[in-house]
C-alpha cells in the first residue's frame, strides 16, 4: 500500500465537503477503480477514515458539523499489525497494573483491527504466553511518581525498606534511569544520604513525595559504568572473574546463553564448557550456579569457590 496515495485520497476529501462522483475522483489520480476501493477498504479498516458513498452522488467523509478526522501518525501493515498484538500479549505480564490501564484503548483499537481478520480474542490472547516468575508487586502511584520525577528531572523523598535489616530508611535521591531485570523493576538513582549512586527495589519502597528541587544528571557512561560491569543487578567496579565448568550434558545448551556482555567462552578437550564472568557483588551469581546444581563447578577464584561451598554445608543442615 502506497502510503502517498492515503494522504492524497485524504486531503482530497478534506477540499471536498460534498459526495464526488467514482469517475471524477479516478480521472483526478489516474488510477483505476480496483486500486481506488484498495485504498478505501484499507483508510476504512485500518485507519478509521470516515469514508462513505451516497448511491449516486459519490464518496466523502461523512463528518457530523464541527468533526473533524485526521490519519493517525502512524499506521501497520496486516503482519506488522498480528506483530503489535502479539507485543501487546506479551506487555500485559509487565507491571505495574496502570500500564495495563494505559494500554487498554490501544488494546480495543488493536481488537478492531484483528477481528477484520478474522482473528479473534481465542487466538489473539491464548495462542502465545508470559509466565512471570518470583515476580514482586510493586505500587503502581509509586511507579507513576518515579517515572514522572524521572522524565521531568526531580528529586524524590523516598522510605525505602532495608529487608536485611527490616528497618525504614529514609532518603533523598536523584532518579536516574528505571530498569526492568528478571520480572522487576529497579531504578538507578543518586543517593543524596550516601553521595553515590545506588540501585533500589521499587517493591521496597514504602512511601514517596516529589520534590522542587531538580534531579542532578549522572552521565550515562558513569551510569553504564556503575551497573554494567558486574555480574547481574549488582552495581560497583569488577571485583573478579569467576571461571565455570559445566558438564558435557549440559555444555551445549548453557553456550547458548549470554550471561555478561563481556564473558569469555572456551571449551576443554573434553567437553565441558567453560565460563567466564566479571563479577563484583558474588550474591546474585552465586543463586545462579547453585541453579544448576551438580551440573556445574568453579574452578576460580578461590573465594568464590569457597562461598559456594559454604551454602552448599548450610543447606545440606536443612535435610538431615
Known sequence: MEFS?????????KKHRYPVPLNDILNHFGYGKNTFH???????DYLGAPIKNKRGRGYYYDLKSGETFELPGLWFTDKEMVSLALLEQISQSLQPPLVKELLHPVTQRLQARLHKQSINDQDWQNRIKVTSQWQRQ????FFTEIAFSLLTR???????????TDQIDTRIISPQRLVYYRDNWYLDAWCHKRDALRTFLLDNIQQIQRLKNQAIDIPFSTLDNHV?????IFAGKVKDIATLRFSKPISKRVSRENWHPDQQ??????????LSIPYSDNRELIRDILHFGSEVEVLSPADLREDIAQEIQKMQKNYR
Not at 554494567?228 to 547481574?232: A, C, K, L
Open 5 to 13: 496515495h492515503i494522504y492524497e485520497l485524504d486531503n482530497y476529501f
Open 138 to 141: 510493586c505500587e503502581p502511584t
Open 228 to 232: 554494567m560491569p558486574g555480574y547481574g
Open 38 to 44: 484498495r485504498i478505501r477498504t484499507h483508510m476504512c
Open 154 to 164: 526531580k528529586q524524590l523523598q523516598i522510605s525505602y525498606w532495608q529487608w536485611q
Open 265 to 274: 567462552a572456551d571449551w576443554t578437550a573434553e567437553g565441558n564448557y567453560l
